[in-house]
């Protein structure tokens, strides 16, 4: 239906169709295009490029009306920009955001109100080198030398030399990833509190740990784990004990129980979400998959024939089967279909590959452009691996889930602390109260110990159940006197 031209940006702001080759009702649309942005505060030179991006499509249009445009011809060419690798991930939101002002403000199509252009806008993320997927590519002394590129880097030789250690160290007992990056970092922040380096006195060490507990004031939680990189830091890459800590004592976490929606409330929140991330979260209601088991899912770990999901190297390296569910198999079955038509777009572009491991690429080269292996819930445009330079479709924004569940659960009204990890916790119990035992909850969810699981069964001896209020005993004539 569009045509869509490849447009030469950089040497400054300039308009696709000069104005002295405009009508005066285009003039005055594109007038009227640049109050619209007025009023929501965006201006000067990025104004600018909003009218650029906007004047794009609509000079692609090849004579369609604009108010002729659906939400599919939109899809398309957002499409159609993310594979363009000259264009960076930043430059793609622009242009999302540039149409969503275009279509809300500019025309009275239904559909663009109901049109998520936040998850687009969020699904066009660029690859860091810093990227949980990609960094371990890295060997430990690349990662350090990135982490110190910024203003406020570490000097000490002998201090980097040890960050590089530490990395290697969680590398060879098959830590994961965020783990090795979030104890590098304590270990960092330690080392600036400490003029530039660990310290070997224990007691500077105590210092830094007060300090976040008085000064930053962060959550008990928050201090256990510094203290945890701080033990294993000194105790694998020193190789020594920390030493005495005095009188400081590990902060008691304050233990919470896990937030879980009614039946009612899983309708209200998920029936109305739309797109993909409506599917994510449907999923994970469903399968009680974590968010990034299911931000990483490929499609040949659906067994459509023996109805489960294979969750593999979930949390703690560990895999496991969870349940298909079948009442959103054929909203599953769709989207499956669209990204398959997408992967075929991406290989007749020259592109098509998804990331996998350098050491199963060199043994099987061409895996990456397979179709089982591309991920169900792909990124919204082509990235650019900032290590080795090749083109690929990432899996999709963590972000897209998270911040569309919030803006469901503000909709629905629903007054809990609603995240996507909630759902997990909401598939756990429903599982307990209709009789599931609790073996096979802890398997399905992945957890090491049943200890962990046995936090849901609070929902097993909540008021109403085993136990009524006096004010509804003395309600009904029974009396509570001793």
Not at 83 to 106: D, H
Not at 149 to 155: E, V
Request: aromatic share 8%; with cysteine.
């Amino acid at each position: 239906m569009c045509h869509y031209p490849v447009v030469r940006l950089g040497g400054g702001v300039k308009p696709v169709k000069p104005q002295d080759q405009m009508s005066s009702a285009e003039r005055a649309f594109w007038a009227e295009y640049a109050q619209c942005l007025v009023r929501r505060n965006i201006t000067g030179h990025n104004a600018e490029w909003y009218v650029r991006r906007a004047q794009e499509f609509c000079y692609s249009l090849d004579g369609t009306r604009l108010r002729d445009i659906q939400a599919a011809d939109v899809d398309r060419y957002i499409a159609h920009m993310g594979r363009r690798v000259s264009l960076e991930g930043w430059q793609v939101r622009q242009c999302i955001a540039a149409l969503e002002v275009l279509f809300r403000e500019m025309t009275d199509c239904a559909w663009a109100r109901d049109f998520d252009w936040r998850a687009r806008i969020n699904a066009c993320r660029d690859l860091r080198v810093e990227h949980p997927t990609v960094a371990r590519e890295m060997t430990p002394q690349e990662a350090v030398a990135e982490r110190q590129r910024g203003d406020d880097k570490l000097t000490d030789p002998e201090t980097l030399r040890e960050l590089g250690r530490l990395r290697e160290v969680t590398r060879i007992q098959n830590m994961s990833i965020r783990t090795e990056q979030t104890y590098s970092e304590w270990i960092e922040r330690l080392a600036r509190f400490c003029d530039g380096k660990p310290p070997d006195d224990p007691k500077r060490v105590v210092a830094f740990l007060e300090h976040l507990a008085l000064q930053r004031k962060v959550a008990p939680s928050t201090q256990a784990q510094a203290l945890n990189a701080i033990v294993f830091f000194y105790k694998n890459v020193r190789e020594r004990d920390l030493g005495d800590l005095g009188n400081y004592r590990r902060p008691k976490a304050r233990r919470k129980l896990p937030v879980v929606l009614t039946h009612d409330e899983i309708d209200r929140l998920l029936n109305p979400m739309a797109g993909t991330a409506g599917l994510m979260c449907r999923l994970m209601y469903g399968t009680g998959m974590r968010l990034m088991e299911c931000v990483r899912l490929r499609v040949k770990d659906i067994d459509w024939g023996n109805h489960y999901i294979t969750v593999l190297f979930g949390k703690g390296g560990k895999s496991r089967f969870v349940p298909l569910p079948e009442v959103y198999s054929e909203e599953l079955k769709l989207h499956l279909k669209q990204r398959k038509a997408q992967h075929e777009q991406d290989e007749a572009a020259g592109f098509g590959e998804a990331f996998v491991p350098d050491a199963l690429r060199r043994k099987w080269p061409s895996v990456g452009k397979k179709w089982g292996w591309q991920y169900v819930f792909a990124s919204g445009r082509i990235s650019t691996d900032p290590r080795s330079g090749r083109h690929m479709r990432h899996h999709i924004s963590e972000n897209v889930p998270q911040k569309a569940i919030k803006t469901a659960a503000e909709k629905a009204e629903i007054l809990k602390d609603v995240s996507c990890h909630v759902l997990r916790h909401s598939f756990a119990t429903h599982l307990l109260t209709a009789g599931h035992d609790i073996r096979t909850v802890q398997e399905l969810l992945g957890h090491a110990d049943v200890a962990t699981t046995m936090i849901y069964t609070h929902v097993l001896n909540r008021p109403g159940l085993t136990a009524r209020s006096p004010a509804d005993l003395r309600r009904i004539g029974i009396h509570t006197d001793t």
